[in-house]
């Protein structure tokens, strides 16, 4: 029989994830999807 592991992490440290994550610069979109954003086809 499997035990699901048990994680405790303080309310403090959640809510300074929580603060840490508002704040990240996150990359733009990439302008292209999928195959064209690859190599170039000859």
Known sequence: ???????AVDD?????LRA????TR???SW???G???GTLSR
């Open 31 to 33: 302008p292209v999807s």
């Open 12 to 16: 403090a440290e959640l809510d300074e």
């Open 1 to 7: 029989m499997s035990r699901t592991p048990v994680i």
């Open 26 to 28: 996150w990359a733009a």
């Open 20 to 23: 840490r994550l508002r704040a």
């Open 35 to 37: 195959w064209d954003a």
